[in-house]
């Protein structure tokens, strides 16, 4: 009977159309569409060279103690219950959002929130605070 089951769940995942899953909440399965903005994630290296630019601000996704122990240079903590607040007014401002590293997905959640709001140059670093570190880049406590 397991077997059955896993052979119609993977014909059934083949002839789905993409961009759409099953959804039945226990009744008939139903496609249901996916509406996902596709969010860039950029590497260190990409990231290391927008340090210090005037047009582009770096968010901290982070707890308030990791934050404390430092952050990526010009960094603004963002885990704050005001959020919005710390945005910037030009919705094509570029922005790059991080949290702790790959297994957080707290910048990532913070990045699509951030592009709800029809900010359209929102980039989130996959690598986060500890992948940082651990690449001798530089960081600063505030």
């Known amino acids: 009977m397991k077997k059955t089951i896993q052979h119609c769940m993977f014909a059934l995942a083949l002839i789905l ?8 909440a226990g009744g008939e399965l139903t496609l249901a569409p996916q509406h996902e903005q596709q969010l860039r994630q950029i590497s260190m290296l ?6 210090g630019k005037d047009d ?3 968010y901290d996704v982070n707890t308030l103690e990791l934050w404390a122990e430092g952050a990526i240079p010009g960094a603004v903590f963002f885990n704050v219950k005001n959020w919005k607040e710390l945005l910037p007014k030009n919705k094509d401002a570029k922005m790059v959002f991080y949290c702790a590293n ?4 707290v910048s990532n ?3 699509r929130e951030v592009m709800k709001l029809g900010y359209t140059n ?11 570190r651990m690449s001798g880049r530089p960081t600063e406590k505030l």
């Open 122 to 132: 929102v980039m989130q670093m996959p690598d986060g605070i500890y992948g940082w």
């Open 46 to 51: 990409e990231a290391d060279q927008f340090v």
């Open 17 to 24: 159309p993409s961009g759409y899953a099953a959804a039945g």
């Open 102 to 105: 790959r297994l957080c997905t």
């Open 56 to 58: 582009v601000q770096f």
């Open 109 to 111: 959640m913070a990045a």
